[in-house]
């Protein structure tokens, strides 16, 4: 494969994730990003019973059940921009991701395998705590960010509110590319500030189709639309003189932000979204690996395993390996090796995932997510690639803060409570450690947030049919230690020492006072802080 193909593929793809505060639309909106790329017919069709509860992307029963999404979901779609030949769209790479705090982490390891995030703000709520961290994560890691206020069609604050507060409180800039038409609530079009036009939308029924929309000019806006209208262009005009206009340097350094306001629910403002990550989203980068050379796109294959995730569909069992392109083209059947274990691995059952949906993919680009089936093998930060050898950076793990207990209630399950044990662990939903003292009948669960817990008993429960019990230990911070610290750290009181199943030793403490008092009385024990959830 020539260097210039793939130069051309590359050039073409954008891989972004969808973040934001639980609740701002991330999966709605994702439907809706794949409504207007025509992969669906109607938003809520592909698994949505009664209602629109459920979308393409909450597949997983919690979240069909609570509404909320537990687990990241990836969806690849061609989009065909204005200006693109229709034979060479567009290729969308999307990464919808779970809200909460307590999956931040998966959150997290998505962030290491994007060129971008769009971001979402409730346009009632404005920047919300997981938000803020969010961009944080987003800042650190030089990902540019979109950012879209959502629920538009709902009452909320002002543009120049919303605008304020983030570069108040993150400092980030952003870049209005479009002006609502009507305030939060009363959501009839936008403003483009580019061309000074009005695109004019117009409702379907349950916001179930493609919103159509009528491209007016100003002076037509004005004597339709009055007031609101003019609003519009007075703030467009006054961001203008602020200087809060589009600068691609500017927003690939992290320092600005174009901003698009829309209402998933009504398909409002989703085309001219998709339209801003074709012009303005970074395509597919080299990867910097441990050694500190770059992998560049057109270099031999290589990847990187951001996911592992099981269950996901009733009638197969298998488990899933998430690897995102780095390099080269990738042909399903390939035989790759594994950085981490120096093993070959046959790529035989690769697929292209939508959802809960796959189809066998036979060729892939940097930026693409693929899924490999079956892959016991692979963990979230392993590199995948052909020679010449390289290894990318691993995925740090977050610091778990909520410990519990687990325990099969059903006797004669021990086997498979052991089998859904390995598997839950191999994907990262929740640490897995265990002491002689506990033996293996009830290994103690540590993660970030308590939810990680209901997730494991649902799919104990859904996957394996054991019922387990979740008793929550007295801890509440783990440190990492060793095999010398150990059998004095055991002696103390408030203090218990596991191995965790990638072998590393921690020490588990009641409390930061108990910490303090034993760093304090035993200054030569290892007592070394893992990675924090907000680093
Ligand atoms: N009015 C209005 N409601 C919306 C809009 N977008 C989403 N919603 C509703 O907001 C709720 C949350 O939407 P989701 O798409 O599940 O939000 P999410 O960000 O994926 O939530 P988590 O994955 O749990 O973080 C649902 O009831 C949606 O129907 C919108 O543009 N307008
Ligand atoms: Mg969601």
Redesign the pocket.
């Known amino acids: 494969m020539s260097s210039e193909v793939i130069g051309r593929e590359v050039k073409r793809r954008r891989t972004f994730a ?1 973040i ?12 809706a990003l794949a409504l207007h790329a025509r992969m669906i017919s109607e938003a809520g069709a592909v698994h949505g019973k009664g209602g ?2 459920s ?1 393409v ?2 597949w997983m029963e919690m ?1 069909k059940a ?5 687990s990241s979901t990836a969806l690849q779609f061609k989009y065909s921009a204005s200006g693109d030949d229709d034979d060479f769209p567009h290729v969308i790479n999307l990464v ?5 705090s307590d999956f931040s982490e998966d959150t997290y390891r998505v962030l290491t395998a994007v060129d971008a995030a769009v971001m ?1 703000i409730d346009a009632a709520k404005g920047l919300e705590p997981q938000t803020l961290k969010l961009f944080q994560v987003c800042r650190h890691r030089g990902i540019p960010v979109i950012t879209v206020v ?5 009452p909320g604050q002002t543009p120049l509110e919303l605008i304020d507060e983030i570069s108040d409180r993150i400092g980030l800039i952003p870049t209005p590319l479009y002006v609502p038409v009507g305030i939060a609530g009363d959501y009839r079009g936008l403003l483009d500030r580019r061309t000074g036009e009005y695109i004019k939308f117009t409702r379907t029924a349950g916001g179930a189709k493609i919103a159509p929309e009528d491209v007016l000019d100003a002076e037509t806006a004005r004597a339709t639309e009055g007031a609101a209208w003019i609003a519009a262009a007075e703030e467009s005009e006054l961001l203008g003189e602020l200087g809060q206009d589009h600068d691609q340097e500017m927003f690939l350094a992290g320092q600005t932000s174009p901003m698009i306001f ?5 398909n ?1 403002g989703v085309r001219q979204l998709l339209e801003a990550l074709v012009e303005f989203a970074p395509p597919p980068r080299g990867r910097v690996a441990i050694d500190e050379s770059t992998r560049e796109v057109t270099d031999p294959f290589s990847a990187v395993v951001f996911k592992v995730q099981a269950g996901m569909d009733s009638s197969h069992r298998d488990r899933l390996a998430y690897m995102r392109i780095v390099s080269g083209e990738f042909e399903r059947g390939m035989v790759v090796n594994h950085a981490q274990t120096g093993k070959p691995f046959a790529t035989k059952y690769a697929q292209a995932v939508f959802g809960r949906d796959r189809a066998t993919v036979d060729t892939a680009f940097p930026g693409d997510v693929v899924g490999l089936v079956n892959a016991m093998a692979l963990a979230p930060g392993d590199t995948l690639y052909l020679d010449p050898k390289v290894q990318f950076p691993p995925i740090p793990s977050f610091a778990p803060e909520h410990f519990s207990s687990l325990r099969v209630t059903t006797a004669d399950k021990y086997k498979q409570f052991r089998k859904a044990i390995d598997q839950l662990d191999a994907e990262g939903v929740v640490q897995v450690l265990r002491n002689d003292l506990r033996g293996d009948a009830s290994p103690v669960l540590a993660a970030v947030g308590p939810m990680q817990f209901e997730v494991v008993t649902a799919r104990m429960k859904a996957e394996f049919n054991v019922d387990t019990i979740i008793e929550p230990l007295g801890y509440s911070l783990a440190r990492r230690t060793d095999e010398a610290s150990a059998p004095e750290l055991t002696k103390q009181r408030g203090v218990e020492v596991f191995t965790r199943s990638d072998g590393a030793i921690l020490a588990l403490f009641s409390d930061k006072w108990r910490l303090q008092y034993i760093e304090k009385e035993h200054s030569d024990l290892v007592l070394e802080p893992l990675v924090a959830a907000a680093d």
């Not at 609570?66 to 537990?70: A, E, P």
């Not at 829309?262 to 009504?266: G, P, Q, R």
Request: charge should be neutral; aromatic fraction near 4%.
């Open positions: 969808i934001s505060h639980p609740d701002a639309g991330k999966s709605t909106m994702t439907e629109r509860r979308t992307s909450d979240e609570r509404g909320i999404s537990v919808d991701t779970p809200g909460h979402l959502n629920k538009w069609d709902r829309t209402s998933a629910m009504l409002f």
